[in-house]
């Protein structure tokens, strides 16, 4: 079973900044790794799927990087409606895994 | 539009059973797989169960086998989850999602629906 760990667990950014959020899992995924945002109360949103491609209707704000056990997901000049949680997916075994999540708050 | 609107979910007491349900439109439902997937309160996403889209093989994660069923009627494109003897842990928001099929065994989610709550409490 292959183990997945986000961190941060909570990263504090201002509107307009960088957020850089890490995944890493315990085995080698190569680039089976999918993105999801969070917000309370809604469906949980694809946003990166293959590690690094958007899927439909994500922002160009978004991108994905990484490959094997190490992936990052990037958010640039954050808005006001990317403040939520955000979790990796491994699809590369089952069973289907996630990670614990990274909340993204403002500063 | 896809949308997915899951049912279903309510207080039980431990032992106890549900069917959820999720009611799938905007896609071709008999072509596609689909899951569910748990958050419990306070904790990260999980995924409990999924179907091939003719029904005829289901996954689950270990933690819910013998105990949850995942069916689906292509006729009322209809996903459901019978979920019996509950427990404290299947305390969570229950979400139905639409699997993206990479290659076998490989699945990623690209819609799900909000959710249906399930309290597990005497």
């Known amino acids: 079973e292959i183990v997945m760990t986000q961190s941060p667990a909570t990263l504090s950014v201002s509107p307009g900044e960088r957020a850089t959020l890490s995944c890493r899992t315990s085995q080698s995924v190569n680039s089976n790794l999918a993105w999801y945002q969070h917000k309370p109360g809604q469906a949980p949103r694809l946003l990166i799927y293959g590690a690094s491609t958007r899927a439909t209707g994500a922002p160009a704000r978004f991108s994905g990087s990484g490959s094997g056990t190490e992936f990052t997901l990037t958010i640039s000049n954050l808005q006001s409606e990317d403040f939520a949680l955000y979790y990796c997916q491994q699809f590369h075994n089952w069973p289907l895994a996630f990670g614990g999540g990274t909340k993204v708050e403002i500063k | 539009e896809v949308q997915l609107v899951e049912s279903g979910g309510g207080l039980v007491q431990p032992g106890g059973s549900l069917r959820l349900s999720c009611a799938a439109s905007?896609?071709?439902?008999?072509?596609?797989?689909m899951s569910w997937v748990r958050q419990a309160p306070g904790k990260g996403l999980e995924w409990v169960a999924n179907?091939?889209?003719?029904?005829?093989?289901?996954y689950y994660v270990d933690s819910v086998k013998g105990r949850f069923t995942i069916s689906r009627d292509n006729v009322k494109s209809s996903l459901y989850l019978q979920v019996n003897s509950l427990r404290a842990e299947d305390t969570a928001v229950y979400y139905c999602a639409r699997d993206v099929v990479v290659i076998t065994a490989a699945h990623y989610f690209d819609s799900w629906g909000q959710g249906t709550l399930v309290t597990v409490s005497s």
């Open positions: 905007g896609f071709t439902f008999s072509k596609s797989w």
């Open positions: 179907i091939k889209p003719d029904g005829g093989e289901q």
